[in-house]
T-cell receptor, first 109, second 114 residues
C-alpha cells in the first residue's frame, strides 16, 4: 500500500519568513496530493491540493509543487503569520488516502 | 448544508467493553473514511467505503475493529474488547465522488479506555 513520509516533524519560523514542508510517497499510481491544516483541538481542513497532471499550484501565500518522477511534493508558505501555526498533513491518494505523520509549524511573532 | 457529524463526541469506557462510534457523512457523498489519531500523532487510515463496493479494510489494526455502512450513508465503527491503546480520537471523513477528492472531516469522537 501507499506509504507517505513527511519532514520535518516540527518547524519553527519567524513571522514573515517562509516555511517549506516536504513529503515523499511510494505508490506511483497516486494521483491526488492534498494538504490539510489542523489547528489544536479542531478537525483537519483542506488548504490546497494538486493532481498528478499539474506540477505546481498556488493560492495566495501557499503553493504546492509536485515531482512525479521523484515521487515527492512540497508545501510552501510565504510571509508566514502567527495564525499559520498548526499541524500540517500531506497525503497521497489513488482511491483511499494515506497521510504523512504531520509537521507542527510554529510561527513566532 | 450540514457537514459530517459524529457521535458521541466523547466516550469513556472500561477496558474489555465494546464501543460503537457513529458517522453521518455529508448527504450524497459516496465515499466514507475512518481514521484514528492518537494524541499528538498523525492520521492513521482504518477503513474506506466507496458506494456499494467492498470496503478497503486494510488499515484495521486487529480483528477487534470492524465497520459497516448501512444504505450507503451512516457508518458505525465497532471496537470489541477495548484496550487502553485504543484510546484516541476517531475521525470520519466523506468525499463526494469516486476517486480521490477533497475529504470533509467530522469533529471526531474522543475515546478513552480506562
Amino acid at each position: 500500500g501507499e506509504n507517505v513520509e513527511q519532514h520535518p516533524s516540527t518547524l519553527s519560523v519567524q513571522e514573515g519568513d517562509s516555511a517549506v514542508i516536504k513529503c515523499t510517497y511510494s505508490d506511483s499510481a497516486s494521483n491526488y496530493f492534498p494538504w490539510y491544516k489542523q489547528e489544536l483541538g479542531k478537525r483537519p481542513q483542506l488548504i490546497i491540493d494538486i493532481r498528478s497532471n499539474v506540477g505546481e499550484k498556488k493560492d495566495q501565500r501557499i503553493a504546492v509543487t509536485l515531482n512525479k518522477t521523484a515521487k515527492h511534493f512540497s508545501l510552501h508558505i510565504t510571509e508566514t503569520q502567527p495564525e499559520d501555526s498548526a499541524v500540517y498533513f500531506c497525503a497521497a491518494s489513488v482511491n483511499d488516502m494515506r497521510f504523512g505523520a504531520g509537521t507542527r509549524l510554529t510561527v513566532k511573532p | 448544508g450540514a457537514g459530517v457529524s459524529q457521535s458521541p463526541s466523547n466516550k469513556v469506557t472500561e477496558k474489555g467493553k465494546d464501543v460503537e462510534l457513529r458517522c453521518d457523512p455529508i448527504s450524497g457523498h459516496t465515499a466514507l473514511y475512518w481514521y484514528r489519531q492518537s494524541l499528538g500523532q498523525g492520521l492513521e487510515f482504518l477503513i474506506y467505503f466507496q458506494g456499494n463496493s467492498a470496503p478497503d479494510k486494510s488499515g484495521l489494526p486487529s480483528d477487534r475493529f470492524s465497520a459497516e455502512r448501512t444504505g450507503g450513508s451512516v457508518s458505525t465503527l465497532t471496537i470489541q474488547r477495548t484496550q487502553q491503546e485504543d484510546s484516541a480520537v476517531y475521525l470520519c471523513a466523506s468525499s463526494s465522488r469516486r476517486g480521490p477528492y477533497e475529504q470533509y472531516f467530522g469533529p471526531g469522537t474522543r475515546l478513552t479506555v480506562t
